[in-house]
Nanobody, 123 residues
Framework: QVQPVESGGGSVQAGASLKLSCTASKRTFSTYTVGWFRQAPGKERHFVAGISHDGASVWYSDSVKGRFTISRDNAENTVYLQMNRLKPEETAVYSC????????????????WGRGTQVTVSS
């Protein structure tokens, strides 16, 4: 089973950038759609960005369009999330997930999840 592992979280000031990574050990990771989600304490999990298995298509939530970029390197079994101009309200645990559905944005459409990485943005 594909098991993604996130890294790259940390504490930054508002306006700063971070780049998250989502890496899996199995080559089959490259056959999955991958999504990034975030969940703040006491709040629901929200979709952030998604990418097709081949990286040819990407999609974003409206709140991050123009600031975040999702990409993947299938040779490295890794999906990235470049986050620019971060805002305090984007403080959350960021998780990646893999699934079979192109264009998916709902958590239930993703089959395997990483444990997440904490991103804290201070004002």
């Amino acid at each position: 089973q594909v098991q993604p592992v996130e890294s790259g979280g940390g504490s930054v000031q508002a306006g700063a950038s971070l780049k998250l990574s989502c890496t899996a050990s199995k080559r089959t990771f490259s056959t999955y759609t991958v999504g990034w989600f975030r969940q703040a304490p006491g709040k629901e999990r929200h979709f952030v960005a998604g990418i097709s298995h081949d990286g040819a298509s990407v999609w974003y939530s409206d709140s991050v369009k123009g600031r975040f970029t999702i990409s993947r390197d299938n040779a490295e079994n890794t999906v990235y999330l470049q986050m620019n101009r971060l805002k305090p309200e984007e403080t959350a645990v960021y998780s990646c997930a893999a699934g079979p559905i192109f264009g998916a944005v709902q958590p239930e459409h993703f089959k395997v999840w990483g444990r997440g990485t904490q991103v804290t943005v201070s004002s």
